[in-house]
């Protein structure tokens, strides 16, 4: 990597870069269809998810620095989900996302790592503008968004879905 890709705190979690090793601790988050129901691509096998990893984070963090965290408990030392930043070509976009297990839900957490890698998006990596992608249905994610302080910018078509778009842009 041509530099090392930052390791984020919160109150409850650290975030770090994604390792081969946690495969299987995250495809027992993703192959869940109350989690992945509204994920584009879900996972349906173990080698998807070591190939989401080897062939999309590990790769992007070369390229950009920054990508998809793992979200570690910090009282458990457990790989509970993932957050982070990924640039989308598709958009020419840098995309904020928040997976957790549903042990995890209506904590506050996905609002917690949410926010560090928009703190780290902002001090950090001096991006201008971030944007958060979620399904209209998915009324959840679009609170956390709000929560945020992302405002509404409209609804876009993305991987053959319908997407509502959300950003922060760096003052």
Not at 24 to 52: C, F, G, W
Request: with cysteine.
């Amino acid at each position: 990597m041509s530099k090392e890709i930052a390791t984020l705190e919160t109150e409850r979690t650290w975030l770090r870069p994604f390792t081969i090793e946690d495969a299987d601790s995250l495809y027992t988050i993703v192959k869940r269809p109350d989690v992945m129901r509204y994920v584009a691509h879900p996972h349906r096998t173990l080698e998807e998810t070591q190939n989401t990893i080897t062939q999309g984070f590990l790769p992007h963090y070369v390229q950009h620095n920054y990508g998809r965290l793992a979200v570690i408990e910090k009282a458990t030392n457990k790989l509970i989900g993932y957050s982070g930043l990924k640039h989308l070509p598709e958009i020419d976009e840098v995309d904020l996302a928040y997976l957790l297990h549903p042990n995890y839900w209506g904590r506050g957490l996905a609002t917690e790592v949410a926010q560090a890698c928009l703190q780290h998006a902002e001090q950090e990596l001096k991006l201008k503008r971030v944007v958060g992608l979620a399904t209209p249905s998915n009324k959840a994610s679009i609170h956390i968004l709000n929560k945020l302080g992302m405002q509404y910018e409209k609804n876009i078509l993305f991987w053959g879905e319908e997407y509502q778009q959300h950003a922060w842009v760096n003052k």
